[in-house]
């Protein structure tokens, strides 16, 4: 079945470490997005991909790190720069940019 | 800057009610309005999305209302059931791919048995 995969489904980290968290699609999508959700904050947008090589910040990019070295692989890496990490963090995926997006099950990350 | 604003922030109905959600946006540019279902612990999956070539779209108990001169879309949902429980997105774009999709911060409906 085509989709998004997120992984891991929770993942625990220590201060000061960064984690990097993983999302692949096969639906061969060129735009994929990282969104990271807290209670009453809705989704707020964290990066961003068009095409391959090429990201662009979203609107809390601050702590944060992606790479899109290939079509259907664009990883997040939350740095120890980051100084509220704890969140739950979805990854979509868009073909054109900006119509219907598709969304991972998403990664809960705790910070310990 | 809020590019689409949802309200309510939380909605509670009863059984059979009828539960209504509002977004209101600023930029023209954008020419298609998605909303998202989402439940706890999962990612939002598409509910039904409306183009500005039409004023109504319905699907089942579903249906989105579209005011292009007010710039404003709402979320009808009918007979409302306790399965419905969960956050309404509403979401904006541009076909085109000028305007990334953007997402109002969400509607938690409880829906009561």
């Known amino acids: 079945d085509g989709g998004i995969t997120q992984s891991p489904k929770y993942l625990f980290r220590k201060e000061g470490q960064n984690v990097t968290l993983s999302c692949e699609q096969n639906?061969?999508?060129?735009?994929m997005y990282w969104y990271r959700q807290d209670p009453g904050q809705g989704l707020r947008l964290i990066y961003y991909s068009q095409i391959v090589n090429d990201f662009q910040k979203g609107d809390i990019a601050e702590g944060y790190s992606v790479s899109r070295e290939k079509k259907e692989s664009f990883p997040l890496t939350v740095t120890s720069a980051q100084k509220n990490p704890t969140a739950f963090y979805l990854c979509?995926?868009?073909?054109?940019?900006?119509?219907?997006?598709?969304f991972g099950q998403g990664t809960r990350l705790t910070v310990v | 800057q809020q590019q689409v604003k949802q309200s309510p922030q939380s909605l509670i109905v009863q059984k059979g009610g009828i539960s209504i959600i509002n977004c209101a946006y600023e930029?023209?540019?954008?020419?298609?309005f998605p909303w998202y279902q989402q439940f706890p612990g999962k990612g939002p999956a598409l509910l039904i999305a409306i183009r500005p070539d039409v004023s109504e779209k319905k699907e089942g108990r579903f249906t989105i209302s579209f005011n292009k001169s007010a710039k404003q879309f709402s979320l009808h949902i009918m007979d409302s059931q306790p399965g419905d429980s969960a956050t309404y997105f509403c979401a904006a774009s541009n076909q085109g791919g000028s305007e990334k999709l953007v997402f109002g911060k969400g509607t938690k409906l409880t829906v009561n048995p």
């Open positions: 930029n023209t540019a954008f020419d298609y």
């Open positions: 639906l061969n999508h060129d735009a």
């Open positions: 979509a995926s868009t073909i054109p940019p900006g119509i219907e997006a598709f």
